[in-house]
């Protein structure tokens, strides 16, 4: 309990955390913006286009600002310590050293947990409230699986990003690897040939909190080849497999 309350008043004590914290609720703003947009654009359509509009479930286009949020917030939990020798001295206290990244990892992933379901829920429903009347707004209880994995996948980079950290040591480094889970991989896995798009398109988080609950992905841009439980675990790997390589290194290298 020690280690953890140590490290929850380190990464209170890093300013960097606040504005990350504020910037990934903004999400929500920039949700209604999106929505006050959509709404002028269907006020001001044909009758006929309006019988056909539809729009993307707001919590979903935004959700990639929290995740990114606590993505970096992950990183700097642990580079922030590297860059000022801080590392040192919590590891001298903790000499098993593990106990250290399982208490960031307990800090980061539950920020994560409380940031983004704040995120999904809330934009959810302003997004029904401004929008229902106009575009097709699926149910609360509709939504409420997908709404509830997408809000996990904050938590889950949260700790990738925290893992990365780890891994690297370097926060522009482990933000640049971040960014490209993000952006770069699901575009160069979009363009590659079929069947190759699909399969490795089923792998991207983007794809999994739908695919955890057999939603409809036949219009997503990614794939939707894995079953529930292939697509849980799939999530699970993502937090674990950087966190499990930053734990070996952290244990087998001098800090």
């Given at each position: 309990?020690?280690?953890?309350?140590?490290?929850?008043?380190?990464?209170?004590?890093?300013?960097?955390?606040h504005?990350?914290?504020?910037i990934?609720?903004?999400a929500?703003?920039?949700?209604?913006?999106?929505?006050?947009?959509?709404?002028?654009?269907?006020?001001?359509?044909?009758?006929?286009?309006?019988?056909?509009?539809?729009?993307?479930e707001?919590?979903?286009?935004?959700?990639?600002?929290?995740?990114?949020?606590?993505?970096?917030?992950?990183?700097?939990a642990?580079?922030?310590?590297?860059?000022?020798g801080q590392?040192?001295?919590?590891?001298?206290?903790?000499?098993?050293?593990?106990?250290?990244?399982?208490?960031?990892?307990a800090?980061?992933?539950?920020?994560g947990?409380?940031?983004?379901?704040v995120?999904?829920?809330?934009?959810?429903?302003?997004?029904?409230q401004?929008?229902?009347?106009?575009?097709?707004?699926?149910?609360?209880?509709?939504?409420?699986?997908?709404?509830?994995?997408?809000?996990?996948?904050?938590?889950?980079f949260?700790?990738?990003?925290?893992?990365?950290?780890?891994?690297?040591?370097?926060?522009?480094?482990?933000?640049?690897?971040?960014?490209?889970?993000?952006?770069?991989?699901?575009?160069?896995?979009?363009?590659?040939?079929?069947?190759?798009?699909?399969?490795?398109?089923?792998?991207?988080?983007?794809?999994?909190?739908?695919?955890?609950?057999?939603a409809?992905?036949?219009?997503?841009?990614?794939?939707?080849?894995?079953?529930?439980?292939?697509?849980?675990?799939?999530?699970?790997?993502?937090?674990?497999?950087?966190?499990?390589?930053?734990?070996?290194?952290?244990?087998?290298?001098?800090?």
């Amino acid at each position: 309990m020690k280690v953890l309350a140590s490290e929850w008043l380190k990464i209170r004590s890093i300013r960097s955390s606040h504005l990350l914290v504020l910037i990934g609720l903004g999400a929500i703003l920039l949700a209604v913006a999106v929505a006050f947009s959509a709404i002028s654009m269907y006020d001001n359509a044909s009758p006929a286009m309006r019988r056909s509009a539809r729009i993307a479930e707001l919590e979903e286009v935004v959700l990639i600002v929290p995740q990114l949020c606590m993505g970096i917030m992950g990183v700097l939990a642990i580079t922030s310590e590297y860059a000022t020798g801080q590392i040192r001295t919590s590891l001298a206290l903790v000499p098993r050293r593990w106990p250290v990244l399982m208490a960031k990892s307990a800090v980061v992933g539950g920020l994560g947990l409380v940031v983004g379901p704040v995120v999904v829920f809330v934009t959810y429903a302003v997004a029904k409230q401004m929008l229902e009347g106009r575009y097709p707004v699926a149910s609360f209880a509709e939504r409420f699986p997908t709404l509830m994995t997408s809000s996990l996948t904050v938590a889950v980079f949260a700790l990738v990003g925290l893992g990365l950290g780890t891994v690297l040591r370097s926060a522009a480094g482990s933000i640049a690897v971040l960014v490209g889970l993000v952006y770069v991989i699901p575009i160069v896995v979009g363009n590659l040939p079929e069947p190759w798009s699909e399969r490795f398109g089923s792998l991207m988080i983007g794809a999994l909190p739908r695919e955890i609950t057999g939603a409809d992905l036949t219009s997503s841009v990614y794939g939707a080849l894995l079953p529930p439980v292939a697509a849980g675990v799939a999530l699970a790997l993502y937090a674990v497999v950087p966190l499990l390589a930053g734990a070996l290194l952290l244990r087998h290298r001098d800090a």
